[in-house]
């Protein structure tokens, strides 16, 4: 079992509406970063998390460190969100582990 | 700023050649870190520094790998001799403290024929 457990690996919805990723973890962790890579490979810093929630726009990632989960919410989603969504965590001094990552695909 | 810097952008090359990627990281920004992504693996951290000193290289697959960081705006990723199975994404990160953001270059596509 992966010790960063991404739901769902794919996912595609129709343009504005409200999305959810989930992050499920096994380790202790001191932060949570969400990473949006573009279709074109580049990778964007979203968020990071050590507890609570943090908004940016129509992105919002929360965190609950006792469940050991997280959740990406994208309201109003348009197609420009198609992206792949990872979530990684940061245990100790350099133990960064990385989900599998999240396809979505908004379309118009 | 122009961003975390990454050089070449592709690189191919043959199995058994020296291959060097370059990463300029954004001005002031104290922690440098070198990651691979592959298909099978998804993204993996290979090595990071803070202050041009290397802190973490567990995530180094192997021998034929090192990096470096003379100084603070330049870092290099050397793979000797390279193999087929090196063939991925790298990617360089910085970021200016512990637990900040982290600044993704646009990662150099490495093909090993």
């Known amino acids: 079992k992966n010790e960063v457990e991404q739901s769902p690996q794919n996912l595609t919805a129709q343009e504005g509406e409200f999305i959810t990723i989930n992050c499920s973890y096994s380790?202790?962790?001191?932060?949570l970063h969400w990473l949006q890579q573009h279709p074109g490979g580049g990778i964007v810093s979203l968020f990071m998390?050590?507890?609570g929630k943090k908004k940016h726009g129509r992105l919002i990632a929360t965190i609950n460190i006792q469940e050991k989960h997280s959740s990406l919410h994208i309201t109003a989603s348009h197609p420009r969100d198609s992206a792949v969504y990872i979530c990684?965590?940061?245990?100790?001094?350099?133990?960064?582990?990385f989900g599998a990552g999240t396809r979505l695909t908004v379309k118009p | 700023d122009a961003g975390v810097i990454q050089s070449p952008r592709h690189e191919v090359t043959e199995m058994g050649q020296e291959v060097t990627l370059r990463c300029k990281p954004i001005?002031?920004?104290?922690?440098l870190f070198w990651y691979r992504q592959t298909m099978m693996r998804g993204l993996e951290l290979l090595i990071y520094?803070?202050?041009?000193?290397?802190?973490?290289d567990s995530g180094m697959p192997e021998d034929r790998f090192s990096a470096k960081m003379p100084n603070a705006s330049f870092s290099t990723l050397k793979i000797q001799p390279s193999e087929p199975r090196d063939s991925a994404v790298y990617f360089c990160?910085?970021?200016?403290?512990?637990?900040?953001?982290?600044?993704f270059g646009p990662g150099t596509r490495l093909t090993v024929l």
């Open positions: 990160a910085s970021r200016w403290d512990r637990e900040g953001t982290q600044y």
């Open positions: 380790v202790g962790i001191s932060a």
């Open positions: 998390l050590s507890s």
């Open positions: 990684a965590v940061k245990g100790g001094v350099n133990d960064m582990r």
């Open positions: 001005s002031g920004h104290d922690y």
């Open positions: 520094f803070n202050n041009n000193v290397p802190i973490d």
